[in-house]
Structures are given as C-alpha cells and as structure tokens.
C-alpha cells in the first residue's frame, strides 16, 4: 500500500477522469468521486461526495479536473462559467483544505491546467520554465495555476498539469476528428504551420498517476507528448491512418467568424514539451502521433 492511499477526484465523469479510479485502484489508492449529484458508476470509485459538501479531512490527494469546455463561444455567459469552473473550483478546494485540521489535510493537490498558458508561441520550445503568454485563455490558465497556490503554504505538494490536446476514444477531439475525416472532410486550419501539442489519453492518466505518487514532482509540468506535431502534419497523418484525403484547409478568418475566440486557439501554436515528466523518469507508451494513431484507428 502507498504512503498516500485515498485520493479525492472532481471530475471524476467527465472524459479523463472517468477512466482515472480503475488505475488508481490498480496502484494501490482508493478513490472517492467528488460529483453534482453526489453518486454515479464509475469503476473504481468505492465512495462518492456531493459537491456542495466536500470532506477532504480523510484524504491525501486532491485531483481537480473540474473545467467547462472550451470549445464553444466565449461569450460572456460562457466566460463566466470558464472561470468558474477551473478558478472558482480551484480557490473552493483550496478553502475546504484550509478548513481541514492540519494534522487531517491532504498532502498532494495535482490542479489541471492547459498548455494554452503559453499563448500563440511560434516555433518557440516551450518547457515549464518559459514565460506565461498574452490572450484571454493564457490569462485564465494563469489565474488557474495562481489559485492553487496558496495549498503550498498550506503544506501540500502542488502540481499544475498542462494538458495539451487529448486524444482517445471517447473524447471530444478525437471523436470530432474523426467523423470529419471519415467523411473527407479533414484539413489543415489557416496555414498549417502551428504547433499541436498532444498526448494519449492512457499517457495523460499515466503521467497524472505519476504526478501523485513522485514526491519529487512539484509545479508545472507539461503534459504533452514528445514529439509534437506541426497542424499540417498532425493533419496528413491522420488522414493517412483512416485512408482518407485531406485537402479541405480551413481559412483562419473562417475559423475566427465561425468560432470566436476558439478559433483564434485553433491558430496559435504551442511547441510544449515534456521535460518534467521525462527529467522525473516517466516513460510515454504513444510517444509518437503514429503510435497513438495506430492505436487509435485500427
């Protein structure tokens, strides 16, 4: 058994998380489903708590993966509910922990992020070092990792995943992906040439199982995979994975006028890199886009 064994996950039904509990289990942690509703069927989850009444005084490890997503009009409505649901969360947990008698609070407290901290940075190689970016979601990443802060003056361990774009069955990018190029209908967004930082969704549970147990592992660590790919090539070598062409581009004013402010995400590129992750020893099983995609697609 761990010195760390029960571990407190919010988030626990959406896409990564769902599939989190079985590896936790698999390595020795338990792990109570933090949830709207107080209840639901995940595998791997042996006790559930309410959102509205959070007890982490019998826990070690906090994972929040709470976030709405993204991918929608960054209206004010929405705005309002990004921030909430990843800053306001975040600032929540971190006052239930503070709320904990000391000699009861959780030791670990691994805050979800996104690579997007960094803004549109070119060719630039990004690593955990480099300098936070301009815009409107490298501003809300900020505020993200910043409200997680103050857990390490409350003693604990913090870490702040950078998550790139996700990729497995099941998730919103991928599916999406996939049903576009199936119906040949993938191509290349503006002119191709921005960095897509991504990591497979067995890596991206992995390295965050990872970022529980390494008590080495502190701050931001860039959970992407090694090779990160270029728009165009991410895109051809999709299209070659299913046998489909892909020479529909999609114009970058037709992103911003259809999308918003996504759409300008979708034409900034982020180099990131994992070198925490590799500097702390852990290995990627889909190191490479063609691996993943073999994976993936067959």
């Known amino acids: 058994m761990n010195d760390l064994s029960r571990v407190a996950l919010i988030?626990?039904?959406?896409?990564?998380?769902?599939?989190?509990?079985?590896?936790?289990?698999?390595?020795?942690?338990?792990?109570?489903?933090?949830?709207?509703?107080?209840?639901?069927?995940?595998?791997?989850?042996?006790?559930?708590?309410?959102?509205?009444?959070?007890?982490?005084?019998?826990?070690d490890v906090v994972i929040n993966l709470a976030g709405e997503r993204i991918d929608q009009r960054w209206n004010a409505s929405n705005r309002k509910k990004f921030h909430d649901s990843r800053v306001g969360v975040t600032q929540l947990l971190v006052e239930k922990i503070h709320s904990t008698p000391a000699n009861m609070r959780p030791k670990v407290m691994i805050n979800c992020s996104a690579v997007g901290i960094?803004?549109?940075?070119?060719?630039?190689?990004?690593?955990?070092?480099?300098?936070?970016?301009?815009?409107?979601?490298?501003?809300?990443?900020?505020?993200?990792?910043?409200?997680?802060?103050?857990?390490?003056?409350?003693?604990?361990?913090?870490?702040?995943?950078?998550?790139?774009?996700?990729?497995?069955?099941?998730?919103?990018?991928?599916?999406?992906?996939?049903?576009?190029?199936?119906?040949g209908l993938g191509g290349k967004l503006g002119n191709g040439q921005q960095w897509m930082p991504w990591i497979h969704i067995e890596d991206l549970r992995a390295a965050l199982l990872h970022a529980v147990s390494s008590s080495s592992m502190s701050g931001p660590v860039n959970c992407t995979a090694p090779h990160p790919e270029r728009n165009s090539d991410f895109t051809r070598k999709f299209a070659a994975s299913l046998h489909r062409p892909a020479f529909i581009p999609v114009p970058g004013f037709a992103l911003k006028l259809g999308l918003g402010g996504f759409g300008g995400v979708l034409l900034a590129g982020q180099r990131a890199l994992p070198s925490a992750l590799l500097e702390d020893g852990f290995q990627f099983r889909f190191a490479t886009l063609e691996s993943a995609l073999v994976d993936l697609t067959s």
């Not at 480099?130 to 490298?138: D, I, M, P, T, V």
Request: charged share 25%; glycine share 16%; aromatic share 10%.
């Open 11 to 59: 988030g626990v039904t959406g896409f990564i998380g769902r599939g989190l509990p079985a590896l936790l289990a698999k390595n020795g942690y338990s792990c109570t489903g933090i949830s709207r509703s107080g209840h639901g069927d995940v595998h791997g989850v042996d006790r559930w708590q309410s959102f509205d009444r959070i007890d982490l005084s019998e826990h």
């Open 118 to 183: 960094y803004g549109d940075r070119g060719d630039e190689r990004l690593n955990e070092s480099s300098s936070f970016g301009e815009g409107y979601l490298a501003e809300l990443c900020y505020e993200w990792e910043e409200a997680a802060k103050p857990a390490e003056l409350l003693g604990l361990r913090v870490v702040c995943p950078r998550i790139g774009v996700v990729l497995g069955r099941g998730g919103p990018a991928f599916e999406k992906l996939l049903l576009l190029f199936k119906f």
